[in-house]
């Protein structure tokens, strides 16, 4: 099992930028799938972006792409997404998650979570 701890989140207006951390302790399997989900209120958990843990990219939402990156400081165990111009639609909880592989974009596919960072994004 793997610890996740998020943080980062806030309140920005459109166009702003903010960076998610995702802290991780061990990693049980020597490569793991490390991704970024969120929620908006009503709607279903989506994937926005997803890592292997050597930091090969397995996927991007189109909704974000060109706007959001992932990466991954290996020697801190810490998973990132930076968030630039960003977007009312973007207003969610943001939880980062992670999984042995293969990797895959559905939520259920992940069984460690952390408790998640609000990102409100206004107007």
């Known amino acids: 099992q793997v610890r996740l701890v998020e943080s980062g989140g806030g309140s920005v207006q459109a166009g702003g930028s903010l960076r998610l951390s995702c802290a991780a302790s061990r990693f049980t399997y020597r490569r793991v799938c490390l991704g970024w989900f969120r929620q908006a209120p009503g709607k279903e958990r989506e994937g926005v972006a997803i890592?292997?843990?050597?930091?090969?990219?397995?996927y991007i939402a189109d909704s974000v792409k060109g706007r959001f990156t992932i990466s991954l400081d290996n020697a801190k165990n810490t998973l990132y997404l930076q968030m630039n111009s960003l977007k009312p639609e973007d207003t969610a909880m943001y939880y980062c998650?992670?999984?042995?592989?293969?990797?895959?974009?559905?939520?259920?596919?992940?069984?460690?979570w952390g408790q998640g960072t609000q990102v409100a994004v206004s107007s």
């Open positions: 998650a992670a999984a042995p592989p293969p990797c895959a974009v559905v939520s259920g596919a992940y069984h460690d």
């Open positions: 890592s292997y843990s050597d930091g090969g990219i397995i």
